[in-house]
């Protein structure tokens, strides 16, 4: 993870937006949003293994 902080931050703080309309929904949003957050999250940290432990 040393050396990538800085992309999951960003990875993070685009998901604002996001974050406000579920609020705005009153929570309903949050069926939505968890998947395609929780999805990202794994997209970024299997790109980080493929590249830190190439097969």
Request: proline content about 4%; some cysteine; overall charge positive.
């Amino acid at each position: 993870m040393k050396g990538y902080r800085f992309q999951l931050l960003k990875l993070s703080v685009s998901f604002i937006g996001v974050d406000i309309l579920v609020l705005l929904s009153f929570g309903l949003g949050y069926y939505w949003a968890a998947p395609y957050m929780e999805g990202s999250a794994y997209c970024f940290y299997s790109q980080i293994h493929a590249q830190t432990f190439p097969a």
